[in-house]
């Protein structure tokens, strides 16, 4: 590729430099994916090492950026740029500038179908400046530019144009509000003063009343797992966080209620740390001391059992006072300890604290409630002998820095985070407290399983089949108390660890039947045959090159020896080109007409030196057939290894859906046994009225008891935050996680709490059938849109995209006839002439005379698609195929106008009170503003569709001329002696060669273009119609909905006003200012 040419499909780019500029495209994108998913936050990561994640990527992974380099690429933008990393920066930083900061977080990789739209965009904006305008701009209020309502040619607009009703809104001004402006002008300024004060008043009362109806009612979700489960991953998985809550954290809150909600304070993250009261820890000492009185032999020994009572009452005793050993423990009291000011001195507080950084937040909520306990005596503590004889006020902070753990003296932990699956209400909370031995903390975690409106219950998906998670977690009294608060209806079922998987043990144990799998077996085979005719063909490559050293030597001596003996020069042995017609050449070509009989020792030396030059080239000619099937195999070779990647992810993938399938069946069924079982224990032990529960309930139970199979490292790696480089096999998108799902599935359990804590008053009745007719509107209206976008598809599909390939075919067929005509019927300086501009020269146009038969096949279905004012207008016109697209388009018109019309009437019906003539006027007025005004910005459209498809028409020629650039340029070049035969042989070769990829290239380009104009026609529909829906919504409330929201205020204040009337009455009836005075003055 010289220049600044664009690629040719016909002659593809070294796949070397292709693969580089892929990676180049990978990592400039997904930098740019990070810097936007992280824009804004001050707790932002270092930009992980995408070129060595580069190395991990999945042959699918690589193709999409290799889709992406060669769709840049037919944009020119290679030569636009002389820097192609800086363009592709400025193209990937403007590309995330323009999405949402939410899907790029959401997102792995770019849209491929998405990026075609954006480059194609910026290609526009780049050729088309008046583009640059967006339709945002223009859209809301719908005003028309007069530049718009010009056409091409230059000509002012139709009559009808130019009297076609605008989008200037319809005054919905009262005229006794105007009145009632006049007349406060005129009031005293004292009651001015007073209706401001009472205005004022009036927005308090309205903020109270939406502090006390329309806040956020909380949906307290408990999540219980057994240690090791991967609980405290999952949590900041679901908070889209990579470490608030670190390990050890989560280890301390198997002994301490840790609850998380949502922060609506300005920092990101919250927390506060509620310790228990003074009473309560004596109490609990008092008990551990008599855990450790009761086995004081096997303390005093070190011998207790690490998981008895005795080893909890040390280790919690050790963790509060560290100094102390064992034998000091035994030696004092609870008194003693009670003692301790540093201790003492946070019983019954709370602490908080907030931040923004994640790191120094988990650090900080780590040093409160680590369950770690250190021991033996630190170095400061060292420094007294005994902490209760010698008291010490430090802070918490310092307290905990001085070795001392405060997860013994923890009530609660409430951490508050901007987790947008807990913006809507949801709270989680670890409740493994109810085993715990502190009766504070039991207590605690009993409110909460109480006040809990979901469970989830968390296990390794290894063993949650296995391990029968929902009888070894939840015991026999928490099942029944849960069934005693009707919550089985209520639990989530969440297995972690789904990445952790050995395919042959899930093939084998589920029996899949998997070919990639076996195909992955076989690859190593193949590869070691594949390598080993590389190895062949490299010696004989190596043979070869030893012939050619060997005769090189000697041609070098022949030469030598001609021209040091003989005077002669090899240029004039060297046999001619051109032989005379009909002779055959023999295979040692010879110099003079020799005798037959005797030849001189110079003929002989030159016989030797012609034949090994024959030698020479047939050697090298040999060694050339070996490099090529060198390339092939070494290509063959590459592709087996991309497809064992490919496959070995695939069979991963396929095993880990298998198995999540699997587990959630055996779940699902596992859990409706266990709580048939119950029922069943329940029955038997109520022998007077037994009760036999319906097998339909179980049924229902097992279909709708929701479970998750969750990987937390693939959500963490695939959202940028992995620390390591390569990608948690098995999976490519987060959905595959099933975190996102879990996200919704959190914020679906708050859909009812919400809905019944919505404000239920006069308003919302008001509002219900206005909101009812406007859903209608919406609903009508977008089955017409879709109604015709379906049209519209099939129209083009049946009639000019399913005739391309035969309209390629037939071109294809007649492209040497046609280059043959060029080659027979032009002069050699015509025809350079026309090679130099690209097939285009004067009255020529090869390109066009390429593209003619395509036409013949399409061109009386194009014109068919072809817009005008008349058809478009016409009310009675006859269904005709010719008028299809237009009929499409009116159809759709005149039924988003009964569409309309019938919101008009349901709108001013849903209101409850009479709706006066004067506003009924108004909104008919603005009706038939709306109607006409959406008639004529669809007419604009199909305006604007009609120059696009012109243009489309001409795609044809200018893709083929894109195609053969480079064999014009070729023939162009051409100079010299013969020029003009090369060039047309060269023309020639291509129109025998490559006919199909020229001409077929063609009317991809053309489909593509057609596909386009399609998508960009459905989304101005879908624009126009949301318009309309805007005004419509906010025009009609403001006639109809407004004047209740006044009326009802209204009432309100004369209800509150005969209130305080007869409030008065009866005070003076009952003469309550005597009786209250003699009560003051007694």
Not at 601 to 606: G, I, N, P, Y
Not at 617 to 632: D, P
Not at 774 to 797: P, W
Not at 974 to 985: F, I, P, V
């Amino acid at each position: 590729m010289e220049g600044g040419a664009r690629p040719s499909s016909v002659f593809p780019r070294n796949q070397d430099q292709v693969l580089k500029r892929a990676e180049l495209h990978f990592v400039t994108e997904q930098t740019a994916r990070h810097e936007r998913s992280w824009e804004g936050k001050v707790d932002k990561p270092a930009c992980p090492n995408f070129n060595a994640i580069w190395a991990y990527a999945t042959p699918n992974m690589r193709r999409l950026y290799i889709d992406c380099v060669k769709y840049v690429e037919t944009k020119g933008w290679h030569c636009m740029y002389a820097d192609y990393e800086c363009s592709l920066k400025a193209l990937y930083e403007e590309y995330y500038a323009r999405t949402d900061q939410r899907a790029a977080e959401m997102t792995s990789c770019v849209d491929f179908a998405d990026f075609k739209v954006f480059v194609d965009s910026i290609d526009s904006e780049s050729n088309f400046p008046q583009n640059a305008v967006s339709k945002e701009e223009s859209g809301d209020n719908d005003v028309v530019p007069d530049l718009m309502l010009v056409d091409q040619a230059g000509r002012e607009p139709e009559p009808e144009m130019e009297a076609a009703p605008s989008d200037v809104d319809v005054p919905m001004t009262d005229p006794a509000e105007q009145s009632l402006e006049c007349g406060i002008k005129d009031a005293d300024s004292q009651e001015i003063i007073a209706l401001e004060n009472a205005v004022a008043k009036g927005a308090d009362v309205l903020k109270e009343l939406h502090a006390k109806y329309a806040c956020t009612e909380k949906v307290i979700i408990g999540v219980v797992g057994s240690t090791g489960a991967g609980k405290s991953s999952l949590i900041n998985a679901v908070l889209d966080e990579k470490a608030v809550l670190s390990t050890d954290c989560m280890r301390a809150s198997t002994a301490v209620a840790t609850e998380i909600s949502y922060n609506y304070r300005s920092t990101k993250y919250r927390a506060e740390i509620e310790f228990i009261k003074h009473i309560e820890w004596e109490r609990e000492l008092e008990v551990l001391f008599a855990e450790l009185q009761d086995h004081q032999e096997e303390v005093t020994r070190g011998a207790i059992p690490k998981n008895s009572d005795a080893a909890v009452a040390l280790d919690k005793i050790q963790a509060v006072y560290p100094t102390m050993t064992a034998d000091n423990i035994l030696n004092t009291s609870a008194a003693d300890l009670m003692a301790n000011r540093r201790v003492t001195d946070l019983l019954g507080t709370t602490k908080a604290f907030e931040g923004s950084d994640p790191r120094a937040f988990s650090m900080k909520l780590k040093s409160y409630i680590d369950s770690k306990g250190k021991r033996g005596r630190s170095k400061k503590s060292a420094r007294s002998q005994d902490a209760a004889e010698h008291p010490d006020s430090a802070s918490d902070t310092d307290t905990a820095n001085q070795g001392i753990g405060l997860w013994p003296l923890v009530r609660v932990v409430r951490i508050y985070t901007k987790a947008p699956a807990l913006a809507t209400g949801a709270v989680l909370v670890d409740l493994p407290g109810i085993f715990d031995s502190n009766a504070a903390r039991v207590a605690v975690a009993e409110d909460y399983m109480r006040r809990c409106s979901a469970h989830w219950i968390v296990a390794p998906i290894n063993r949650a089949v296995d391990d029968k998670v929902a009888r070894d977690l939840l015991g026999k009294n928490y099942k029944l108390q849960m069934q005693m608060d009707c919550a089985f209806n209520d639990m989530t079922f969440i297995c972690t660890k789904t990445d952790d998987i050995v395919p042959t043990e899930v093939i084998q144990s589920l029996g899949l039947d998997l070919p990639a799998f076996n195909e992955v077996q076989q690859l190593p085979a193949r590869v070691e045959l594949m390598m080993g005719e590389i190895d062949a063909l490299k010696e004989a490559k190596k043979k070869i090159s030893t012939q050619l050293d060997l005769i090189e030597t000697e041609i070098e001596d022949l030469e030598e020896r001609l021209n040091d003996e003989f005077g002669c020069d090899v240029l004039e042995i060297t046999p001619k080109r051109k032989k005379p017609h009909g002779h055959e050449p023999s295979e040692t070509p010879t110099v003079h007409e020799a005798s037959a009989t005797e030849l001189s020792e110079v003929d002989k030396l030159k016989n030797q030196f012609l034949k090994l030059k024959v030698e020479r080239k047939a050697l090298r000619s040999q060694r050339k057939h070996i490099n090529q099937q060198m390339e092939n195999k070494e290509a063959e070779l590459q592709k087996l290894e991309d497809g064992k990647k490919e496959m070995e992810h695939a069979v991963l993938s396929s095993c880990i859906e298998a198995r999540n399938r699997f587990s959630k069946c055996q779940i699902k069924r596992g859990f409706a046994l266990e709580i048939q079982s119950l029922d069943q224990e329940i029955a038997d032990d109520d022998s007077e009225n037994p009760v036999q529960a319906p097998v339909c309930k179980y049924d229902e139970l097992e279909r709708n008891l929701p479970v998750f199979c969750v990987s937390t490292r693939a959500y963490q790696s695939l959202r940028g935050r992995s620390d390591m480089a390569k990608l948690v096999g098995g999976f490519s998108q987060l959905e595959e996680t099933e975190i996102p799902l879990l996200q919704r599935h959190c914020i679906k359990l708050t859909e009812k709490a919400r809905e019944d804590s919505s404000l239920d008053d006069a308003l919302v009745f008001c509002e219900a059938g206005f909101e009812c007719a406007l859903d209608a509107l919406d609903e009508d209206m977008g089955a017409h849109k879709n109604r015709f976008n379906r049209t519209v598809r099939d129209i083009f599909q049946q009639n000019i995209l399913n005739k391309l390939s035969g309209a390629s075919r037939h071109a294809i067929l007649q492209f040497p006839e046609a280059v043959s005509r060029w080659n027979e019927g032009l002069r050699w300086n015509t025809y350079k002439a026309i090679c130099r501009r690209r097939g285009v020269y004067r009255t020529t146009d090869w390109n066009r005379d390429l593209a003619r038969p395509m036409f013949d096949k399409i061109a009386a279905a194009w014109r068919r698609y072809i817009y005008d004012r008349k058809s478009f207008n016409e009310s009675n016109v006859n269904r005709t195929f010719n008028e299809l697209l237009p009929h499409a388009m009116r159809t759709m018109t005149d039924d988003l106008e009964v569409v309309l019309g019938r919101f008009h009437k349901k709108a001013i019906d849903s209101v409850e009170q009479d709706v006066s003539d004067e506003t009924k006027k108004r909104l008919q007025s603005t009706l038939v503003a709306c109607q006409q005004s959406m008639r004529q910005r669809f007419w604009e459209m199909s305006k604007s569709t009609t120059l696009e498809q012109k243009r489309i028409s001409r795609a044809f020629a200018e893709a083929i001329a894109e195609r053969l650039e480079d064999t014009y340029r070729a023939c162009a070049s051409e100079t010299g002696l013969g020029s003009w035969k090369r060039s047309r042989a060269l023309m020639q070769q291509v129109a025998d060669d490559h006919a199909n990829d020229v001409l077929r290239g063609s009317t991809e380009h053309a489909k593509h273009e057609l596909k386009e104009l399609l998508d960009s026609q459905e989304a101005e529909v879908d624009r126009i119609i949301q318009s309309r829906l805007r005004r419509i919504s906010r025009d009609y409330h403001g006639a109809l909905i407004a004047p209740q929201i006044q009326l009802c205020t209204e009432e309100q204040a004369r209800i509150k006003s005969e209130v305080a009337k007869i409030v008065e009455r009866a005070e003076a009836e009952l003469q309550l200012g005597h009786l209250l005075g003699g009560v003051r003055s007694s």
